[in-house]
């Protein structure tokens, strides 16, 4: 177990907020959306972390999620179902995106060999926390994935429902780790409509993303783990392929309770968030200066984890990107897959369809004057790309016949 688990440390949680309105909803509840059918947001005591926590102490801490104990929910350290959640490595790939200043936060590197593992780990040890015994919820894989681990590694039942088109690994590895998934011949927000209905029958407690309030506080160690490994200073740029948002979101907040301890300055990255041309939803309500963002209809991209159609935290995925300076960025599948191969082949690094997205966005960005090759930049690759389909390999080699050498 990390050593970040094994002592019990002070918690911070003041309350959670409704993120339109700024209502305030009592900590140590469950809780779905804000009454205005908004996410909520987890408030801290910062000035008491302030006091608590120097930068220096965290970090004489283990790299590990954990090491973010004061900033992160969950009351009681013995409801934490880890399963190993690392600081994920920045790589660079100098070559494919032709520059030396362009990092990989592989987040294929996380437990269930993706990103979701950060905001599951949290959500279900709050679900245990506030005794909840049954989870929906619908996914494009891997979320699901993330939610059968940790919900079966700690006793909590799950039904899971994903389009039926759903990478087959993921579908398979969430059965395998317990979950009830079913296959559904519909796009994930309605699989969602579905989990919710059940939900209002009190089936089950709803966990979809942004629904519940607490993947986002996992999701967020991203930006304080981004921090810490660039010696407090953010990149200038992060490309983050975006479905629901809720990475990007994350991130926002943590950069904010960054400030507000004094870790960081009031410097903020661009933030490029990044979509398929296939499923745009929120470059379309970016472009079109709205606040909202309409439903995507026939939705389509290889990159299965962004093929998003409506998310419902569209504002706050909005509002960061232009208050950032940045933009939202939509790339062809075509693209993408010219991105993963050439990262692949010469950088050696394999990306998933969602990671190659980012890449893809990069240079695009680059080429339109967006960014500038000296820019530290981060891309976000949120899945290991080994759970995706690759080319055919088909070549053959005879043992017993003659081997011609020069052909090898
Ligand atoms: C879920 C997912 C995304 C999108 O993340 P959000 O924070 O929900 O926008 C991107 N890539 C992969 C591989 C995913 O699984």
């Given at each position: 177990m990390s050593p970040n688990l094994t002592t019990d440390r002070p918690?911070?949680?003041?309350?959670?907020?409704?993120?339109?309105?700024?209502?305030?909803y009592a900590a140590d509840e469950l809780h779905n959306l804000s009454a205005a059918g908004?996410?909520?947001?987890?408030?801290?005591?910062?000035?008491?972390?302030?006091g608590f926590l120097p930068r220096a102490m965290v970090e004489a801490r283990a790299t590990d999620l954990w090491r973010w104990r004061e900033l992160l929910p969950v009351r009681r350290t013995g409801n934490i179902v880890s399963l190993g959640e690392i600081e994920t490595p920045l790589v660079p790939i100098a070559k494919s995106a032709g520059s030396p200043?362009?990092?990989?936060?592989?987040?294929?590197?996380?437990?269930?060999?993706?990103?979701?593992?950060?905001?599951?780990?949290?959500?279900?040890?709050?679900?245990?926390?506030?005794?909840?015994?049954?989870?929906?919820?619908?996914?494009?894989?891997?979320?699901?994935a993330a939610l059968a681990a940790y919900a079966s590694r700690v006793g909590i039942e799950t039904i899971v429902l994903c389009p039926d088109d759903t990478p087959e690994v993921n579908v398979r590895e969430i059965a395998l780790q317990g979950g009830r998934v079913y296959r559904v011949n519909g796009l994930i927000d309605e699989c969602g409509a579905i989990v919710a209905k059940g939900a209002a029958e009190g089936r089950w407690f709803d966990f979809s993303t942004l629904k519940e309030p607490y993947r986002i506080e996992g999701k967020k160690t991203m930006g304080?783990?981004?921090?810490?490994?660039?010696?407090w200073k953010l990149p200038d740029a992060i490309f983050y392929p975006t479905g629901g948002g809720t990475g990007l979101i994350g991130m926002w907040k943590a950069f904010a309770e960054m400030e507000a301890l004094g870790w960081i300055g009031s410097d903020r990255?661009?933030?490029?968030?990044?979509?398929?041309?296939?499923?745009?939803?929120?470059?379309?309500?970016?472009?079109?200066?709205?606040?909202?963002?309409?439903?995507?209809?026939?939705?389509?991209?290889?990159?299965?984890?962004?093929?998003?159609?409506k998310a419902?935290?569209?504002?706050?995925?909005?509002?960061?990107?232009?208050e950032s300076g940045g933009r939202a960025l939509a790339v062809?599948?075509?693209?993408?897959?010219?991105?993963?191969?050439?990262?692949?082949?010469?950088?050696?690094l394999l990306l998933c369809p969602e990671g190659g997205a980012t890449l893809a966005a990069y240079r695009q960005a680059l080429a339109d004057g967006l960014v500038d090759e000296d820019d530290r930049v981060v891309l976000f690759n949120c899945a290991t790309g080994l759970k995706y389909p690759m080319p055919a390999a088909t070549a053959t080699l005879d043992k017993n016949a003659p081997i011609d050498w020069d052909a090898l």
């Open positions: 918690t911070f949680v003041t309350h959670l907020e409704c993120s339109l309105t700024g209502e305030r908004k996410p909520l947001l987890v408030r801290y005591d910062l000035a008491a972390v302030r200043n362009v990092l990989v936060k592989d987040e294929g590197r996380l437990p269930t060999g993706s990103f979701k593992a950060r905001g599951l780990v949290m959500a279900v040890a709050m679900a245990k926390e506030l005794g909840v015994t049954r989870i929906a919820m619908p996914t494009n894989g891997n979320a699901g304080l783990e981004l921090a810490a490994q660039l010696g990255p661009k933030m490029f968030a990044v979509q398929a041309s296939g499923c745009a939803p929120i470059v379309r309500a970016f472009e079109a200066g709205e606040e909202h963002a309409e439903r995507w209809e026939d939705a389509h991209t290889i990159a299965a984890g962004i093929r998003v159609p419902i935290g569209d504002f706050l995925i909005l509002r960061a990107v232009r062809g599948d075509p693209a993408i897959v010219q991105a993963v191969t050439d990262c692949a082949r010469r950088d050696g």
